[in-house]
């Protein structure tokens, strides 16, 4: 159920981003720990001067390998995010060759009211899921 969409710098081919969609959904798997067909992602793809994402004072060397994971999801708790974090950054630099400096993740929480999977219907509050 969670949601990500990642923007990233264009001009990765689509082997290379199958591998980042399928190694992230991997890390969700296991951190939040939902379903394998649980799969919602979105892939945007900008020209590099519209993404600018600097380090906030960290001494971070982005690349154009940047990859922003922004999710929408339920409550998680603390430590989940921190695995999730940890396990996200890990496997994109094993399984894709991005480094840890370029992985940036966000988390918006939600409630059950504010997903609705189709049909018109809140699939969480009417208990159907």
């Avoid at 890390?27 to 945007?44: C, G, L, S, T, W």
């Avoid at 396990?87 to 609705?116: F, H, Q, R, Y």
Wanted: include cysteine; glycine fraction near 6%; aromatic fraction near 6%.
């Amino acid at each position: 159920m969670p949601l990500l969409r990642f923007d990233v710098i264009e001009g990765r081919d689509n082997t290379s981003l199958k591998k980042l969609l399928d190694t992230a959904h991997s890390a969700m798997v296991e951190a939040f720990n939902v379903p394998v067909k649980d799969r919602y992602q979105i892939v945007h793809q900008l020209p590099a001067h519209e993404l600018i994402i600097e380090d906030t004072g960290l001494g971070f060397n982005r690349s154009k390998d940047i990859v922003i994971i922004s999710i929408v999801s339920k409550a998680r708790t603390e430590s989940q995010k921190e695995t999730l974090y940890k396990l996200m950054a890990d496997k994109l630099e094993a399984e894709c060759g991005i480094s840890p400096e370029d992985v940036m993740i966000s988390i918006t929480e939600n409630g059950n009211a504010d997903w609705s999977f189709g049909l018109g219907e809140a699939q969480f509050s009417t208990g159907k899921l």
